[in-house]
């Protein structure tokens, strides 16, 4: 029931397999956030990654949406 995060998506090894490969492979595994530091400009990418992926039929609607529950049920009350 918790939150699945990935650990920094800006890291080399990312670079070395593809970041929007692992955008995708992240999100079709059950990744709920993805971890962008350092370079902001690296979160623009992921997101444009990500978007391409959705409109190409890349990415698992059963997934996002067991994502989507898990982060409405781990939403934190201010």
Known sequence: GGLVVTD???MSPIYHHGL???VTEALNGG???LLMS???QQYY???DCAVTAWRGGKLSSVMLGAS???????????
């Open 38 to 40: 350092f370079d902001g």
């Open 45 to 47: 990418r992921a997101m």
């Open 20 to 22: 929007c490969d692992a």
């Open 68 to 78: 989507r529950a898990r982060l409405a049920n781990n939403k934190v009350k201010l």
């Open 31 to 33: 990744v709920d956030l």
């Open 8 to 10: 920094d998506m800006a």
